[in-house]
């Protein structure tokens, strides 16, 4: 079974400092990586994902992603976060696995709270 | 602009009542997620469809909660009886199949329900 982790419930960073936001998964294939980040009150916005090819995806809102697969990690980043930034993030992977269904599992969440 | 769409966006009710909550995914998107999310569970998959037809439905309480894909462009929600502990916010969210283009599912603005 597949599944996610988020280790850190909450990141507080400074404003303009670097913001990472880190995430472990576990399938038995090959998997799909995406990062999604929710705002109070609506729903989950995607941000990147990694498919193949680069271990480093970049993404919306100058959010990159590197994929490690030797730590089965998939590790959020932004050099230089801003308040804005402040919100919910998930992690999440679809498996590639043609019977299994090819559900997508979410992590727990990273609340991030960037100070000004 | 496509967009996942699901109404009610917001619905109180009493306990013991049924609840429909129903979900429009983009046009041409054949995967149909249903996750529930809570402050003490996070995100919960409820229910995954793919061309209309149930792959996993594992997450949902049987006795009480059942989805459905009347077709295409109609994914329903239903609890009945509802209770106090379904209170939560309910997403849907459509794609494809990862192996065709785009791999990411795109979230509706969910149902807040409230059972009181």
């Known amino acids: 079974a597949q599944s996610v982790a988020q280790p850190e419930d909450q990141v507080n960073v400074a404003e303009g400092n670097p913001l990472t936001v880190k995430c472990t998964y576990s399938?038995?294939?090959?998997?799909?990586l995406f990062w999604y980040v929710q705002y109070p009150n609506r729903g989950l916005q995607f941000l990147l994902k990694?498919?193949?090819?680069?271990?480093l995806v970049k993404g919306s809102y100058g959010f990159e992603a590197e994929f490690n697969k030797s730590q089965t990690s998939f590790h959020l980043k932004k050099p230089s976060a801003l308040v804005s930034d402040s919100a919910l993030y998930f992690c999440?992977?679809?498996?590639?696995?043609?019977?299994?269904?090819?559900?997508?599992?979410f992590g727990g969440g990273t609340r991030v709270l960037v100070k000004p | 602009d496509a967009r996942v769409t699901q109404t009610p966006r917001h619905k109180v009710t009493e306990m013991g009542q049924e609840v429909t909550m129903r979900c429009q995914p983009i046009?041409?998107?054949?995967?149909v997620f249903w996750y529930r999310q809570t402050m003490m569970q996070g995100l919960e998959l409820l229910a995954y469809?793919?061309?209309?037809?149930?792959?996993?439905d594992s997450g949902m309480p049987k006795d009480r909660f059942s989805a459905e894909m009347p077709d295409a462009t109609l994914a329903t929600l239903k609890i009945q009886p509802s209770e106090p502990r379904d209170s939560a916010v309910y997403f849907c969210?459509?794609?494809?199949?990862?192996?065709?283009?785009?791999?990411?599912?795109?979230f509706g603005q969910g149902t807040r329900l409230t059972v009181v």
């Open positions: 969210a459509s794609g494809l199949p990862p192996g065709r283009g785009n791999t990411e599912a795109f």
């Open positions: 990694y498919i193949t090819g680069d271990n």
């Open positions: 399938v038995s294939g090959n998997p799909y």
């Open positions: 999440a992977v679809r498996e590639l696995l043609k019977a299994a269904g090819n559900k997508l599992t």
């Open positions: 469809f793919r061309n209309r037809a149930p792959l996993d």
């Open positions: 046009l041409g998107h054949n995967t």
